[in-house]
């Protein structure tokens, strides 16, 4: 994805890694280490984080470039390959993970609940049972309701990382339009990628119709309780 590939190179300095992220996880899984599957893995840092924690966890990423960078500082307990979200079933054998995580608005990329509910089956279907699906999304019922510009600007190591929000008529899906700045080199980048505006409440169906249960949503890793002016929304959801 053209997208990503343009900024895989400043993807760390961007969006480091939440330091809260691995340990909660990690509170899901078996003491002594689980399978653990990455949808949407970018440059590793989480599943890397993961396979020090003693777990066995395998990246995907539709963008080669991403998986190239991924690769280059993977653990021994870390693979990581290319792959579609939608075509899970190809790629893995029923049961196999206990976990599957899916963060960083990934699911976002998908066109439209349906293609949401594919994925989710999908997922399921590789989940051993009790095995827990991990998600994040960026919360779009704030963002449709307020209908806003875009999110705040990331200014850090020595990037500035402008987001904003086009809403295209006779069309379900955002443009979401980055423009990215290197201070050092005084380069600038502007990409843009289509996303769809996954609510709460086509989320849960999506996941319900799957077969998950006892699904949960929060604001943040400390489970704070979702509320309209949430930034995130995470979930997770249970194969009985």
Excluded: W
Aim: charged share 20%; hydrophobic share 40%.
């Amino acid at each position: 994805m053209a997208f990503y590939s343009n900024i895989a190179a400043m993807y760390n300095r961007i969006f480091p890694l939440d330091e809260d992220l691995a340990p909660f996880i990690h509170g899901y899984l078996p003491a002594a280490g689980g399978k653990v599957l990455d949808i949407g893995c970018a440059t590793g840092v989480l599943a890397n984080a993961l396979g020090r924690m003693g777990h066995s966890v395998t990246g995907i990423d539709l963008d080669a470039a991403m998986v190239r960078l991924a690769r280059k500082y993977q653990n021994t307990r870390v693979s990581f390959q290319a792959g579609n979200m939608l075509q899970l079933k190809n790629l893995f054998s029923p049961a196999e993970f206990e976990a599957v995580v899916c963060l960083g608005n990934t699911m976002a990329h998908l066109p439209d609940p349906a293609s949401v509910r594919a994925m989710a089956s999908q997922v399921f279907s590789i989940l051993q049972p009790d095995g827990i699906f991990f998600g994040q999304i960026i919360h779009y019922d704030r963002i449709l309701r307020d209908r806003l510009p875009g999110l705040p600007v990331i200014e850090q190591n020595g990037i500035r990382f402008e987001r904003r929000y086009i809403y295209p008529e006779q069309e379900s899906r955002l443009i979401f339009e980055t423009v990215l700045t290197e201070f050092a080199s005084g380069e600038s980048q502007t990409n843009r990628v289509f996303l769809y505006p996954l609510t709460m409440q086509e989320l849960k169906t999506g996941l319900e119709s799957s077969g998950f249960q006892n699904i949960t949503l929060f604001a943040d890793t400390d489970k704070s309780a979702l509320k309209p002016d949430s930034h995130a929304l995470y979930f997770t959801g249970q194969k009985p």
